[in-house]
């Protein structure tokens, strides 16, 4: 099933579009895009040049339907199909006040034929026109929200996925099509279904490696999820400022002072950690917002990547009992990604043993002991990632990729569950299997799916 059939028709290419594809007014220089097949007689139109070079950059003025001078700018025109779109392209240079960009897109806006862009609108008709594939808009999309240089440098990555994946699609065809024949030519076909449950084999354990990586990937893109949690009073909201350089969250020597989760987002080495403190859990609390509070504190704890305990270094007790704290109170594993953080370590008493194991100690008081915490923050994180942040490889980095490689999992293991008991099913198993591998590579996609990727587009691209 081809993608450009299907979905050419959903939108009016006929149309032309326009908007601004720089950044936020006012700007030293502001860049305006038109796409389509009247994009250069619109710009005629507008000019005071009438004789244009495709491809050269070229000094004109802009008027309006009066005559009236719009701004004087620099414009390129660019034919199709060698554009980003595929469509013949003008685009103007003007200057980046609100006011006279306003104006020139209202001018555009009067052409026939001609709408303002929806966000993504420029990479869909890249799309249609066959001038990107499904995973190359999906890598766009990460390069433009990256945040960080790993989120960068996996982006520019991510437009290898059909190369990726294309070869697992045909060697998914070819089992279709040999498990198809050893049922209705069985005994002219010497290709058994052992050998067809061994390939089957050799493609799940293909998949899952992909999957693994993957999982990695949604990672850097969505940020590494870290959770400050602890007893009320422990200075968890005081790292928390601390951390970021600023104040971000309200501190007290009041109990409960925290009710609700406040994240902010760290750039660590290049890595995105989504950084939250969480109300403080205490026992006999009256108090129903609190106590509301202190659930989604250990809701939000069971959902981390990194678990972050932060005990008071005056209260020796909690830092022995951290393990049994996590265990029991919140029902994380004290092993699985868990720093143990004694905060408030001025007030610890020298001369008394720790018997629990914290990772590190601080003191906001003083101002020290936070560069430890980045350290193992640091490499708590490059262990989750492993390899994604410096392989060279695509990696599936979207909760859509991931969620179809799941999904071609289930379906592999479907079919071999079913090969020998009910060839029907068997094969439905597997066309589900090459459904949602298709899904990933762009053969077969639906509006919605694709409404949903653009939704995240800014206008303009």
Known sequence: MKLIPILRGTINLRHNIFALSSGSLPSAIAIIRISGRDSLEHGKQMMSVTHIR????????????????????????LPGPNTFTGEDTLELFVHGGKATVNAILERIGRFENTDGAKAGEFSRRALLNNKMNIGQVEALGNLLHAETDVQRKQALRGDGIKKLMDPLKDDLIKLLAQFEASIDFAEDVSVGKEKILGESKDLLRELKNLHDRGSKGTLVQDGIKVVLIGRTNVGKSSLLNKLNGQEVALTSNIHGTTRDSIETRLNLNGLLLRLTDTAGIRDNCDDEIEREGMKRSIAKAKEADIVVFVVDGGRVGEVEEAEKFLRDRCGIHPLKNAIVCVNKADLLDPNHKIDGNPQCYSSCLQDNGTDALVKRLSSEALNLIESNSGSDKATLSTSRQLSLIGKAIESLEAFMYEAYTDSAIAGEHLRDCGEAIGEITGNIVSEDILNSIFSTFCIGK
Do not use: H, I
């Open 54 to 77: 495709p491809k050269q950059l070229f000094y004109t003025k802009l008027f309006d339907e009066k005559g009236d001078l719009l701004d004087r700018a620099m414009a390129v025109y």
